[in-house]
């Protein structure tokens, strides 16, 4: 037996959906505004993507944010799927107990905490604050989300395909390539987006690890906020929502045809 949608279901939705979206679709109508004031309209403009192109600064911050996620993401994805396989694969190994801990501590620890202790070790090996420290920041406290994706995966995965394959002469290393990767290459996949969304949203720890130059695009914004934002701000976020909407769209209907019986 189904239960229908009442009247309270309908309004809880859509006062739901309401205070998601609402923002986002204001955000996007007052990119096109003419004025330079965020909350007047002064007519239909695209002046501000125009103005957006020759941001020098703005685009910077954003080529920092895009290179540091991705390539703090792929480094997050490599080392969290090993500790998965660590925590899943070996249950009984001497330091087992405090590995879990580091594993999983960045993601109850506060960000302040984490940005403050990551600026003193820095400090005090006389690494230059930059795009690298940024990086290497983002790697460590984004792996702790990877292996936990991974490590859901590897707990329901199937071992006696592994079994199987070995039986019939494969290697292990060889083993992990063509069997137990491809099959966990969707969790591996998620890990790196949830990492890389991370690492293009973070400001706390990224503030504390920063140096002069090497702005990442929250701290850009950040920084603006206080001055008074521009409305080139609303734009490159309406491009950014618009990106966001296509990669999400077009994944789904690849994963939806995928899904369909072939005949």
């Given at each position: 037996m189904t239960r229908r949608f009442t009247l309270f279901d309908t309004t809880a939705l859509t006062f739901g959906f309401a205070f998601l979206y609402v923002p986002l679709l204001v955000l996007i109508a007052y990119s096109f505004n003419d004025s330079q004031l965020l909350n007047v309209w002064g007519g239909f403009s695209t002046r501000w993507y125009v103005s957006l192109w020759h941001n020098a600064p703005l685009l910077t911050a954003l080529r920092n944010s895009l290179a540091i996620g991705f390539l703090s993401a792929a480094i997050a994805t490599f080392f969290g799927t090993l500790a998965a396989l660590a925590l899943v694969r070996y249950t009984r190994f001497w330091g087992r107990p405090l590995f879990t801990g580091m594993v999983y501590a960045p993601m109850v620890m506060p960000e302040v905490v984490t940005g403050l202790s990551l600026l003193l070790f820095f400090v005090s090996v006389g690494a230059e604050?930059?795009?690298?420290?940024?990086?290497?920041?983002?790697t460590t406290f984004t792996m702790c989300y990877i292996a936990v994706v991974v490590?859901?995966?590897l707990v329901a995965f199937d071992r006696t395909l592994e079994e199987a394959a070995q039986d019939l002469g494969c290697p292990p290393v060889r083993t992990f390539f063509t069997i137990t990767l491809p099959l966990i290459a969707p969790s591996v996949a998620a890990g790196f987006l949830l990492a890389f969304t991370l690492s293009l949203d973070d400001v706390v720890i990224a503030s504390f690890v920063t140096g002069p130059g090497t702005s990442t695009l929250p701290i850009e914004i950040f920084n603006r906020a206080r001055r008074g934002l521009s409305p080139e701000i609303n734009a490159l976020s309406s491009l950014?929502?618009?990106?966001?909407?296509?990669?999400?769209?077009g994944s789904s209907l690849v994963t939806k045809r995928a899904a369909l019986p072939t005949r």
């Open positions: 604050r930059g795009f690298w420290t940024v990086t290497l920041a983002h490590q859901s995966r950014m929502l618009l990106v966001v909407t296509v990669v999400v769209v």
